[in-house]
């Protein structure tokens, strides 16, 4: 349940800049190829359906870690296995972009979501507590 935990607490802090950038705060150059200070109501939109995508990788991660019983077990087994390609894409797709800081600061934290994610999908949590 650690690692659910830690991916959660990130998640949330990324929710708080997403919803930032969707109220109009002056942090684009940290999100979406960091081409806009302020971003435009597309991205916005964006933002605020990564907050959505947010919670339901959160929901995944607690059903697999069996904290919650939301999802069939075949489906959050697989799910988290998804999660953890999708944070490992971000990885790749965070370390090219133009932007530097989006570069230095969202590529790290991809990293880190991506480890916690092939954790959990590969149920290192789940052996710590059967200890």
Do not use: C
Not at 19 to 44: D, E
Not at 50 to 64: E, K, M, P, T, V
């Amino acid at each position: 349940m650690p690692f659910a935990l830690a991916l959660t607490l990130i998640l949330a802090l990324l929710a708080v800049f997403q919803l930032a950038l969707v109220f109009g705060a002056p942090l684009g150059r940290f999100a979406w190829g960091g081409q806009h200070r302020v971003l435009p109501a597309r991205l916005r939109v964006g933002s605020a359906v990564a907050i959505l995508i947010y919670g339901f990788i959160s929901l995944i991660a607690w059903d697999r870690v069996g904290a919650v019983d939301v999802f069939p077990e075949p489906f959050s087994d697989v799910a988290m296995w998804v999660v953890f390609a999708y944070f490992a894409l971000g990885v790749v797709l965070n370390a090219i972009s133009r932007s530097k800081p989006e570069r230095y600061t969202m590529a790290p934290v991809s990293l880190v979501l991506a480890v916690l994610s092939f954790l959990i999908a590969a149920g290192v949590g789940e052996l710590a507590m059967a200890v």
